[in-house]
């Protein structure tokens, strides 16, 4: 078992690029981190890092052996999760868009807890996500496709946009009719999009290159800079549907749509046989709006008082019996 930790620590390290980063991560000291190291360096017989006052790199032993480790440590976390399969328990790591998570996922999420008490959950909210292979997580939520073969994506719900601009705004400054207008009107700009602006329509296809009065990597801020009538932006449906209602927003560039999109669950391969991330794929797919086990029926979120789930099923389908997309 110490050696798991070890192992567990040069991982934490390796990924995090510090000895302080790793020790808050694993909640201990950073002279516990270096006992470790030491320890699995003694171990392998090899050094692992380089080690200076301002920065720590991978020897080339560290390089080869990091993979491997991270292996170890996914295989052995997945035979304790089998093993414990009686009762769906463990860890959870998990990253997903914070907009996105406070708006839908949040509630859904506290409700898989209370349906699952013995389940753990480390959740980290960010629109940069990375590859849940290289950040050690179970599961990743968002729209982009997966680009690793060892990770698959699994559709949740549709994730439609539009473009959307304020009475406001329109007054001072017009309503485009058509995407060329835009380079005459101030844009507001997502990480998911970005500034090239892909747009379908009966007339064809558009792209342009628009310049940017704000760039965020928030929807919510987004949406309110929209309301404040700062600019145009491309909003997801769901986030503006109450603002549409009361006439707050209002849709622009009606006959061009941004390309089609779904959020996604991206889970590594090796992570599929964990019954915990069966159970949450399962239960994210019963309560999201529009999911493929459901069928489109709306983008709204889902409200908080919406009950807490089907009762526990005795067992839970594996990942492999559920509709996926190849990575």
């Known amino acids: 078992m110490d050696n798991l930790l070890n192992v567990r620590t040069f991982v934490a390290a390796a990924r995090l690029g510090s000895f302080a980063a790793a020790?808050?991560?694993?909640?201990?000291?950073?002279?516990?981190?270096?006992?470790?190291?030491?320890?699995?360096?003694?171990?392998?017989?090899?050094?692992?890092?380089?080690?200076?006052?301002?920065?720590?790199?991978?020897?080339e032993d560290g390089t080869?052996?990091?993979p491997r480790c991270i292996k170890l440590l996914a295989e052995y976390d997945e035979m304790r999760d089998v093993a414990s399969a009686a009762e769906i328990s463990g860890l959870l790591r998990i990253e997903a868009p914070g907009s996105v998570t406070?708006?839908?996922?949040?509630?859904?999420?506290?409700?898989?807890?209370?349906?699952?008490?013995?389940?753990?959950?480390?959740?980290?909210?960010?629109?940069?996500?990375?590859?849940?292979?290289?950040?050690?997580?179970?599961?990743t939520i968002g729209t982009r496709p997966s680009t690793d073969e060892n990770v698959r994506d699994y559709p949740l719900m549709p994730y439609p946009c539009a473009a959307y601009a304020s009475d406001t705004y329109i007054a001072a400054r017009g309503s485009p009719n058509h995407p060329g207008d835009l380079r005459g009107h101030d844009c507001l700009v997502s990480l998911l999009h970005g500034k090239t602006w892909h747009f379908y329509s009966d007339e064809g296809d558009v792209a342009l290159t628009v310049r940017p009065r704000l760039s965020v990597n928030d929807t919510i801020i987004l949406r309110e800079a929209v309301r404040r009538g700062l600019g145009i932006a491309i909003l997801p449906s769901f986030f503006a549907d109450e603002d549409l209602a009361d006439g707050s927003l209002r849709r622009v560039l009606a006959g061009f749509r941004p390309p089609p999109m779904w959020l996604k669950a991206q889970i590594p391969t090796q992570k599929a046989a964990k019954?915990?991330?069966s159970a949450l794929l399962e239960f994210l797919r019963s309560r999201l709006p529009g999911s493929p086990e459901k069928g489109a029926n709306g983008f709204r979120a889902p409200a908080r008082d919406v009950p807490a789930g089907p009762e526990r099923r005795a067992s839970t389908p594996s990942l492999e019996d559920l509709p996926q997309q190849a990575g």
């Open 23 to 59: 020790a808050r991560s694993l909640a201990i000291s950073p002279s516990v981190v270096s006992k470790r190291i030491n320890q699995l360096e003694h171990e392998f017989r090899a050094s692992l890092f380089h080690r200076s006052t301002r920065d720590l790199h991978l020897t």
């Open 102 to 139: 406070a708006l839908i996922l949040g509630p859904i999420l506290c409700d898989f807890l209370a349906e699952y008490p013995a389940i753990d959950l480390d959740l980290r909210l960010t629109d940069r996500l990375d590859n849940p292979l290289a950040r050690n997580c179970d599961l």
């Open 275 to 277: 019954p915990s991330v």
């Open 64 to 66: 080869r052996l990091l």
